[in-house]
T-cell receptor, first 115, second 108 residues
Framework: DTEVTQTPKHLVMGMTNKKSLKCEQHMGHRAMYWYKQKAKKPPELMFVYSYEKLSINESVPSRFSPECPNSSLLNLHLHALQPEDSALYLC??????????????FGSGTRLTVV | GQNIDQPTEMTATEGAIVQINCTYQTSGFNGLFWYQQHAGEAPTFLSYNVLDGLEEKGRFSSFLSRSKGYSYLLLKELQMKDSASYLCAVRDAGKSTFGDGTTLTVKP
């Protein structure tokens, strides 16, 4: 299995809703990442998990809450989002944070629309 | 801070060769990646350079000069399916920062 699987593929939520994005990989990768990408812009790093521990939080607002229940799963919990949070949310994994020669494997993303 | 520059757009002809440049100024450096991203899809990993020189992978090659803060991606025998955005990313302290990407259009 050489894929990163993200669910759901599309999500529409209201500003008062609570929802979660899910990401799963079975490649034995020990580093997992959340990126946010707006249209025609590059991915922007949000969070890095290394060995199931949060190692980098790029000053992301608290309405985004990551969780890594085990080495294969990464969640992003969403609460009280704003319309400007609408974007493509990409999950990625790599062998280890320090072992980088194979780059990231990205999931296909969740396209989030906040109404 | 990180500053990564790439041309915004390039156009080339099917069967030709195109070189996409990337210059960077970063506080640290643990490697440079190139990714391909088709519209509406996730990025896919193309290449990685950490030492100076040329890395070749089939039709794609990537070059790095650390002293000049410069890399390029060379695409040979262009095909229509190579029309995509090409992202340069620099790795530092466990995270990658992406350039704005170069949109390549391949014409018949």
């Amino acid at each position: 299995d050489t894929e990163v699987t993200q669910t759901p593929k599309h999500l529409v939520m209201g500003m008062t809703n609570k929802k979660s994005l899910k990401c799963e990989q079975h490649m034995g990768h020990r580093a997992m990442y959340w990126y946010k990408q707006k249209a025609k812009k590059p991915p922007e790093l949000m969070f890095v998990y290394s060995y199931e521990k949060l190692s980098i939080n790029e000053s992301v607002p608290s309405r985004f809450s990551p969780e890594c229940p085990n080495s294969s799963l990464l969640n992003l919990h969403l609460h009280a989002l704003q319309p400007e949070d609408s974007a493509l949310y990409l999950c990625a994994s790599s062998q280890e944070v320090g072992q980088i020669n194979y780059g990231y494997t990205f999931g296909s993303g969740t396209r989030l629309t906040v109404v | 801070g990180q500053n990564i520059d790439q041309p915004t757009e390039m156009t080339a002809t099917e069967g030709a060769i195109v070189q996409i440049n990337c210059t960077y100024q970063t506080s640290g450096f643990n490697g440079l990646f190139w990714y391909q991203q088709h519209a509406g899809e996730a990025p896919t990993f193309l290449s990685y350079n950490v030492l100076d020189g040329l890395e070749e992978k089939g039709r794609f090659s990537s070059f790095l000069s650390r002293s000049k803060g410069y890399s390029y991606l060379l695409l040979k025998e262009l095909q229509m399916k190579d029309s995509a955005s090409y992202l340069c990313a620099v790795r530092d302290a466990g995270k990658s920062t992406f350039g704005d990407g170069t949109t390549l259009t391949v014409k018949p």
